[in-house]
């Protein structure tokens, strides 16, 4: 087996770029796609990225690469393929196909080809990825199993809370130096103070999980006890203040008992952003990042909403939002220097950062 792998690291489309910025992080030099980064790594990259990357969605590592037209050509191809090396015995499969423009359209018949050659079981942890473009076979393995958006913290949740993932990008690119104060006034389920509380820290998200590589062979060349000494040393001992606030009594206390499966320091309280605006906070800078009520989230008047939280982030506060379209954004009464297209819980969004804040990618 090779001592770097080809590897795409999946993320929200429109996020790519700070995607892009974790993995060069690690060492591994990447370009980035629609939809991610494609990268070379080696195997110990592969376990920090799984590690340490936050705004990523899972990591699909390519196997093999050929031409097929027929299914002869497809079986071959498949067999030259070291399964021993990849995927653990007896281990159960769940093969996904996808064929476009292609000779070989048929996906059933690609799949039932393809379980032949492996003799695995169907379903189980480990994935396989054969996707036929014009007929190029790429056959790839997801490194991850269950999504890197399950921390494993958020066993609760508010209605259509802001994905982990999602959480952590806004907070990267806001511009916030991960040192002053953050407010977040409609925190809902508390992800964006939480996710930032842990960026500030450099708390690895993925810590206490498991990843379905773990059980290929090469990740026996992963001297994890290593890793895990690294990434728990460069953990900080504290962070910023951190407030994570929300009318909803209800919404606090998952906030609360969220950040606690998490191991933060959030401060929390049942609280009208209208009257936080009001409340003198001095001349210290800090930052108000926050997912506010917009489209399913609707909730109270947006302009009132919206205008608080741009009184809250008066200079030398600054500010970063998600806004969704058709929402009064011009409420904030802020200008915006840097926007940025998403998708949130299928809702178009974007990323709104008030003039003063510096780009960044992280700390």
Not at 104 to 123: C, F, M, N, P, S
Not at 170 to 193: H, K, N, Q, Y
Request: net charge neutral; with cysteine; aromatic share 6%.
């Amino acid at each position: 087996m090779s001592a770097r792998i080809d590897t795409f690291t999946v993320c929200q489309p429109g996020i790519e770029e700070i995607t892009l910025a974790e993995v060069t992080r690690l060492g591994a030099k990447g370009r980035v796609t629609h939809g991610g980064v494609i990268a070379s790594m080696t195997w110990p990259q592969l376990a920090l990225a799984h590690l340490q990357l936050r705004t990523a969605t899972r990591v699909l590592v390519r196997v093999a690469r050929f031409d097929a037209r027929t299914f002869p050509e497809l079986v071959t191809g498949l067999q030259r393929i070291d399964w021993a090396n990849w995927l653990p015995v007896d281990a159960d499969v769940d093969i996904r196909v996808s064929s476009v423009a292609s000779k070989l359209y048929h996906t059933a018949a690609v799949e039932e080809r393809a379980r032949e050659v492996i003799g695995q079981g169907d379903g189980g942890s480990q994935r396989l990825s054969i996707r036929i473009d014009h007929d190029l076979v790429t056959v790839s393995l997801d490194a991850s199993g269950e999504p890197l958006y399950m921390r494993g913290w958020r066993t609760e949740a508010v209605d259509a809370p802001i994905r982990e993932t999602l959480a952590a990008a806004l907070v990267m690119w806001s511009g916030w130096d991960a040192r002053t104060p953050l407010i977040d006034p409609c925190c809902g389920s508390g992800t964006v103070a939480i996710e930032a509380a842990m960026w500030a820290k450099r708390m690895p998200p993925g810590r206490h999980r498991s990843f379905a590589f773990q059980e290929w062979a090469g990740a026996e060349s992963v001297d994890w006890n290593t890793l895990w000494s690294a990434v728990d040393a460069d953990v900080r001992p504290r962070g910023p203040r951190v407030r994570a606030l929300d009318i909803d009594a209800d919404a606090v206390a998952i906030t609360e008992r969220n950040a606690a499966r998490a191991g933060v320091d959030v401060e929390t309280a049942v609280m009208d952003v209208a009257r936080l605006s009001n409340e003198p906070r001095g001349d210290r800078p800090g930052w108000v990042i926050t997912n506010p009520p917009y489209g399913t989230r609707l909730g109270g008047d947006l302009r009132t909403i919206y205008g608080a939280i741009g009184r809250l982030a008066s200079p030398p506060w600054e500010l970063a939002v998600v806004g969704a379209q058709g929402t009064p954004t011009n409420a904030f009464g802020r200008t915006w220097a840097h926007s940025l297209t998403t998708r949130n819980g299928g809702v178009p969004v974007r990323f709104l950062r008030s003039v003063g804040a510096p780009p960044t990618d992280g700390q």
